[in-house]
Structures are given as structure tokens and as C-alpha cells.
DNA sequence: ATATCTCTTATTTGTCCAACAAATAGGAAT
DNA sequence: ATTCCTATTTGTTGGACAAATAAGAGATAT
């Protein structure tokens, strides 16, 4: 009863002014939370809020936008999921950056099976990035990258499932793409770990990566060592290129 | 009064039973939802759901986690915020994959300056992709792709402001890069538009679009059409240095 | 009688409120 | 300076109602 004629009352007060909080021209037929976060946003941009500083407490966010405290929460939610506000308790939510972070998460979603297509966008882009940029790679590349590089290759022996393996596999072409020094080719490599180790599992058992892959990665090694040029793209065009037979549709 | 008793009549019986949910071996000390994200994820993944198969409804996912609705509801929108499920009123949770579109999303809050550093690997990247790829490029390019291209470049000539020149900007490089046909690429491409147009406007008024960045545009074109790799590659990356002299820090 | 359309109804999601638990920042007391 | 207390804030739950809508019931035309 009571809380029937609060409602009514509250809705009434919102029917004289709608729209009337919506920042941008937008048509505010979306949800509540949908607009609140447009809200937040709005308020941390116009705010010129950094990294760093705190967003007002869930209540104050109540009563500034007029809307329920769940609402709030759902929305937080949405900024919490994207990375940009951590909320600790008491302390309230603060500003972050960990969109990156993120973006691992989404794509760390494994379940559908990796199509022929993706398969050879993939390893276009692989191959783009660690063939064709090999003049960057050659020209950055030191002895220590190399003894690194090795030392992970050698890892390959020890592996204990084929899981493991390929996580090892990973790195290693990780750490050759790191040699460019360029964080967001490597942000991105990382991005699409998921479905580069799910390609790198396909159709290898352990051994299989303790023989043909470690070898692989051994020659191409040599290759950048002697900065062969020639050798170094066929070797590794051809290493990538070796899952190719498996998709026989 | 009533509201107590059944809480801890309920916890009670939770406490007889800790952990015992957990369907991995972690701690359980994450908060009720992500538990809940996680009991979902593993819901998908061993009832093998495909994109377009439905989830249970709140109240059963109430029921069959013992939780409450709201944390239901934080973590529907966690999952939702990562483009797995689309819910629609009445007809439930759907499963999508809308990831690489959320993922755009997630780069688009676009308050933070763009730092010299940043400036370096983004250049760097779209330098591998667009100079270091010219034999893909000039392998697949097709007079209809040209033709499209020096559509886009002459809007440039008609665009009212710098928002809107940057805009035709980086739909230009984004037809180019679709030349080559890697989904992947193009992909990458697309989450990096905020970055990249915010590179793209940076100390340019919309006479300099119409100018510079126009007749630059052109002269790529016609080097692309005459298959000369040598000024290609030249003019493409004296365009995309272009905007370095205003880092002077 | 069948098909199609409209209306109703029951179910489900969206939003809000109230209550309590848990964590903790900040102050009070030692 | 340390410890304890308290008030505030977030985390979780339950309940209520509004809004949307899928599914079924009923009416109408062919």
C-alpha cells in the first residue's frame, strides 16, 4: 500500500521533467541502467576524473540521478566488468585502467571450436606479425633475447601434458613478439592468447611438441642468430603454416 | 522480524555444506556473484549450449544456486557486459557471441590523453599493417577497391569538422586494410578506432584534412594503381609519421 | 472446418525499496 | 603509537510492482 502510493508519487515528480537528465541528445528509451552509466560516464569525463579518483558513494549516486540503489549497482557492475572502476568497500569506487585486463577476459570465453576460417585469419595475422616484421625483429633482437628464447624452447621437453606444452609454445612466440618492443602489438598477441594456444593444441600430443615443434623453434632460432633473412621467413612461414593439413573440409 | 529467521535458517544450511558448489577447485572466497559467473560459464561449457540455445530463467538460476535474485541479475549482467548472452523480457537469456563488438565498447571510453609512447606502438602496428604488407596488399587489391577507396578520400574534400574528416580518415585506412581480407586484422583494426582517430585529429584543423591529408591519400592511390612498392611504402609512412612533430616533449 | 487475427493471461525481466551482513576508514580511548 | 569502537559503505537477500511479451483462448472471415 504505502510503498504503491511512494511509487506513484515518485514516478509522478519524474513524469514533469523527463528526458530531462539525459546528457546527450539521446533518446533515453534505453534502460535506467543503460542511461546511468551514460550518466557516469558523462560525469567522469566532464569531471575530468583521472585515474586514481573516487566516484561519488552508491547513495550519493541515488539521490544525484533519481534512481533506485540495484540500478546503481547494475551499473557499476557494467563499469566494473569494462575495467575503469575498482570498488573496494567503504572506500568506494575509484577510477582504474585495466581495460586490457579485460579484453583477456572476453575473449577467454573458450567453448566454440576454432573454424578453418579463423584459423587461417589467425595465422595470417601471426604471420604477418612475426615474418613480415622481421627487419624490426632482426634489427631489435640481442644475445639475451635469444638465451631466453632457448631457455623457454627447452621447457618444451619437460612438458607434462600437451596443455602445458602449449602454453610453453605460446611464450615463446609471446617473447619473439616482445623482441619489437611495441606494448600494443603485444597487448594485442595476448588478446588472442586463447585461440592461439587452441590452435597450437590442434591435432599435437606432447610429443609431438617435444620433437617437431621444439625442433622448429630451434632452427628458427639459428636462423635469427646468423640473421638469415630468407631462411628465417621460410622457416617460420612454414612452422606456422603446419596445422594447415588438419582442416581437410 | 520473519526476514532474520529466514536468513539464518538459510545459512545455516549453507554452512553445513561450504564450498560444496564450487565446481573448480578455487577458493570460494570471490564474492557471490563472481561465483555465480563462474557456476554460468561452467554451465554453458559442460551442458555444451551453442550460440542460441537459452539459459534457465532468474528464478531457476535462483533455485539452483541458492542465491538471491539480484546477484542473479549482477551476474546476467556481467555476462551480458561480455556479449555471451543477450536477454530478452520474457523469452530468457539467449546465448550470443558478441565479443569483438563489446570489446570496441570497452576501448571507447576515451578520456585519457594519448601519450607519446602510445602514439610510438600504435604508428608501429598500423606501420606493419599497412607498409609492411604491401605484397598482400597489392596481391589482392582489385580496381573496385580503389575506386571505393578514392570515393571515401574525395569526402574528405565535403567534411564540415575535424570529428567528422577524422572519421572519413580512418575509414579510408580501414578500406585499405580490408583489402586484404583477414578478418583478424580488420578486427584489431576496428577496436583501435578511438586511439587511432584521436591520433588522426591530433593538431589537424579540417583544412588540413581536406589539404594534406587529401592529396596524400591520392598519391598512395595512385601508387597503389601503378604497383610501385618502393613509393608506397614512402609515402605511406611518411603520411603516417606525419603527426610525430607534435610530440615534442 | 480451417486459418488468421485479436485479446487476454500468465510468466519473465526491469526497477525500486528495505533489511541485514561484512568490511573498513576514521576517530576515541588507552 | 596501538588498540578498540563506531559509523559508513558495499555485498547480498527478499519482496513488491511495472513493463514487456510469449502462449493460449476466443472471435471472425473464408
Redesign the interface.
Known amino acids: 500500500m504505502t510503498d504503491t502510493s511512494d511509487r506513484s508519487l515518485r514516478e509522478a515528480s519524474l513524469e514533469t521533467d523527463p528526458e530531462a537528465r539525459e546528457p546527450s541528445g539521446r533518446t533515453s528509451r534505453a534502460s535506467a541502467?543503460d542511461d546511468l552509466v551514460e550518466h557516469i560516464?558523462t560525469l567522469?569525463?566532464e569531471g575530468g576524473?583521472k585515474?586514481g579518483d573516487s566516484l561519488p558513494t552508491e547513495k550519493e549516486l541515488c539521490e544525484r540521478f533519481n534512481t533506485g540503489r540495484?540500478t546503481v549497482?547494475?551499473a557499476m557492475?557494467?563499469l566494473k566488468?569494462?575495467?575503469?572502476v575498482k570498488v573496494r568497500p567503504k572506500v568506494g569506487a575509484v577510477i582504474i585502467?585495466e581495460?586490457m585486463a579485460?579484453?583477456f577476459?572476453?575473449?577467454s570465453?573458450n567453448?566454440?571450436e576454432v573454424s578453418r576460417?579463423?584459423f587461417v585469419?589467425?595465422q595470417?595475422?601471426r604471420s604477418?606479425?612475426e615474418v613480415?616484421?622481421f627487419?624490426?625483429l632482426f634489427d631489435k633482437v640481442t644475445p639475451e633475447d635469444i638465451a631466453e628464447l632457448r631457455q623457454i624452447n627447452t621447457e618444451l621437453l619437460n612438458a607434462e601434458t600437451a596443455v602445458n606444452a602449449s602454453e610453453i609454445d605460446f611464450r615463446f612466440h609471446t617473447r619473439l613478439v616482445a623482441v619489437?618492443g611495441?606494448?600494443?602489438?603485444l597487448d594485442?598477441y595476448k588478446i588472442?592468447k586463447p585461440v592461439i594456444v587452441k590452435i597450437m593444441m590442434k591435432a599435437k600430443t606432447v610429443q609431438t611438441f617435444a620433437t617437431v615443434t621444439y625442433s622448429e623453434h630451434a632452427e628458427i632460432l639459428e636462423t635469427i642468430e646468423k640473421r638469415d633473412r630468407t631462411a628465417y621467413q621460410y622457416k617460420m612461414k612454414t612452422h606456422l603454416d603446419a596445422g594447415f593439413r588438419h582442416f581437410s573440409d
Chains 1, 2 share one sequence.
Open positions: 541502467v560516464r567522469i569525463s576524473l585515474v540495484n549497482r547494475e557492475r557494467i566488468t569494462y575495467g575503469v585502467d581495460r579485460r579484453a577476459d572476453l575473449f570465453f567453448t566454440l576460417e579463423t585469419d589467425i595470417g595475422f604477418l606479425l613480415a616484421s627487419e624490426l619489437m611495441n606494448k600494443a602489438i594485442v588472442m
